[in-house]
């Protein structure tokens, strides 16, 4: 097991790996791996989007240890796990997501980690949980939306720290199903270099159908 060039992220071979935060417990169905006395998770690029990319050759993504999360999207907690495990006990995952029943889920992983604060809410206004919210270093989103784009845009001008970074996670079918996912990431490229500078972009086929995600980052 080796240090990879992302602070807190480690390889082995071609697989990628995140110090457990909670030994002895898994958050899906990830291997675990203990070396010299340390356990590590394997990181699932078929299971996270956000892995995807960077085995898809993203060069950073801005989550560090300590770093302060914003994570719209956040399911079940199978990403939302590892970027815990990333920013360790000084940092903190805010992780909504509007479903109840994936909350309650989300609130078990939560208590076996420490750093994680579930929100239930609807990540298009961004207002009705601003009060549970401070500024952070990241937002990460993952939101199967028609405006996904413009969710990110707001919840970035709302909470994302000048210099810090962004994470869209963009399913073009979501977006429109009559467009060429191609097109529509081009689209959606346009509209965050309004905004934002956008410093990588990878398409994840074939480990995610139709999918990219973006990096940029607060001017």
């Known amino acids: 097991m080796k240090a990879s060039k992302l602070q807190g ?4 071979g071609r697989s990628l790996y995140t110090q457990n935060l909670a030994p002895g417990i898994r958050v899906y169905d990830e291997a675990l791996v ?25 060069p950073q993504m801005g989550i560090k240890p300590g770093s302060i999360v914003l994570y719209l999207g956040a399911s079940t907690g199978t990403t939302v796990s590892h970027v815990s495990d ?11 997501d509007f479903a109840p029943r994936v909350v309650r889920d989300l609130v078990f992983v939560a208590e076996q980690r420490g750093n994680i604060a579930p929100i239930l809410g609807d990540a298009a206004q961004p207002k009705t949980y601003a009060h549970r919210i401070c500024a952070v270093d990241v937002v990460y989103q993952d939101v199967a939306q028609k405006d996904q784009a413009g969710i990110f845009i707001k ?19 979501s977006v429109d199903i009559a467009k060429k996912p191609k097109q529509i990431f081009r689209e959606v490229r346009d509209q965050l270099a309004k905004e934002f500078t956008v410093v990588d ?3 994840l086929d074939p480990l995610e ?11």
Not at 155 to 173: H, S, T, V
């Open 9 to 12: 992220v480690y390889e082995e």
């Open 86 to 96: 990333i920013v360790g006990k000084e940092g903190i995952v805010f992780a909504l």
């Open 155 to 173: 919840n970035c001008r709302e909470f994302l720290m000048p210099g810090g970074f962004g994470l869209l996670a963009i399913k073009a079918r």
């Open 201 to 203: 972009y990878r398409e």
């Open 34 to 58: 203990t070396v010299k006395g340390i356990e590590y998770r394997e990181w699932n690029p078929t299971k996270s989007k956000l892995a995807a990319a960077l085995v898809k050759g993203m």
């Open 209 to 219: 159908k139709d999918h990219c995600l973006f990096l940029c980052k607060n001017r």
